[in-house]
């Protein structure tokens, strides 16, 4: 069988403090991130998921420029929370503010 990627968001590493950042996979957390690759950013650690979990049309859209569809996740302490999928504005929104 033939073992199935997750499709990438980043066609090339996104940069962050100037430097592009490193690729790594999540080996399972608290938060049930089991197997989703994703880059940090080695001075600031800043890190972004590079699959489209929670990238879904009808998300609100983010603060970019043009603006991109933003990610929705489970935050620790909070509800589902929409920001910016690719980590590159301070977008974010809380569910109840998005459905009225
Ligand atoms: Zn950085
Ligand atoms: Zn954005």
Same mark, same amino acid.
């Given at each position: 069988m033939q073992r199935e990627y997750?499709?990438?968001?980043f066609a090339n590493?996104?940069?962050?403090?100037?430097?592009?950042?490193?690729r790594h996979q999540t080996y399972g957390n608290k938060n049930g991130n089991v197997n989703r690759p994703y880059y940090k950013c080695k001075d600031c650690s800043d890190m972004v998921f590079d699959?489209?979990?929670?990238? %879904? *049309?009808?998300?609100?859209?983010?603060? @970019?420029?043009?603006? &991109?569809?933003?990610?929705?996740?489970?935050? %620790? *302490?909070?509800?589902?929370?929409?920001? @910016?999928?690719?980590? &590159?504005?301070?977008f974010k929104m809380n569910i109840e503010d998005w459905q009225e």
């Open positions: 997750p499709p990438r968001l590493e996104p940069l962050c403090c100037g430097f592009p950042m490193s699959d489209w979990e929670g990238i %879904r *049309g009808g998300n609100p859209d983010c603060a @970019c420029n043009p603006p &991109r569809i933003s990610r929705g996740q489970i935050e %620790r *302490g909070s509800d589902y929370t929409f920001r @910016c999928a690719r980590g &590159r504005c301070d």
